[in-house]
């Protein structure tokens, strides 16, 4: 009896860091547009450009408009030579998401500004990849 007492305690216990009904507090998934695409998990992720790729280094809220911090690194015509390395510079991803579409714009520490981006949830990235 005490067994199924514990048992029936630890359940309920566990069931409630469960919760089915409630909304996500963060991004997740595949989002695409022209000259970008995103893979999100848990907030965080990559970001692949036409000649670049980046991070996103702070969760992503999963509405609403959002202000967060990650890294852009450029990339190069022609062929990658093995021990070759890429710098990175900081960047804020700045934007707005509503329902399954994100306006994305992309500040550089440089000052350089790239976007406005318009990416959709569960879209292929059109990318133009460096020849």
């Known amino acids: 009896m005490k067994t199924l007492v514990l048992v029936s305690i630890l359940t309920l216990s566990l069931a409630r860091c469960v919760h089915p009904g409630e909304a996500p ?19 965080v992720g990559a970001v ?9 280094d ?47 714009t992309v500040r550089l520490e440089d000052g350089t500004e790239l976007g406005p981006f318009t990416l959709n949830y569960g879209v292929a990235p059109v990318l133009t990849r460096c020849e």
Not at 25 to 43: A, H, K
Not at 79 to 102: I, N, P, S, W
């Open 25 to 43: 507090r963060s991004l997740v998934g595949l989002w695409g547009g022209q000259g970008i695409g995103m893979d999100i998990e848990g907030g």
């Open 48 to 56: 692949q450009y036409d000649c670049a790729a980046g991070t996103i």
């Open 58 to 104: 702070q969760a992503l809220p999963p509405q609403g408009p959002f202000s967060v911090q990650g890294t852009y690194r450029a990339g190069q015509i022609g062929q990658v030579r093995v021990g070759q390395v890429f710098t990175a510079q900081q960047a804020t991803y700045t934007g707005q998401l509503v329902k399954d579409q994100m306006t994305l």
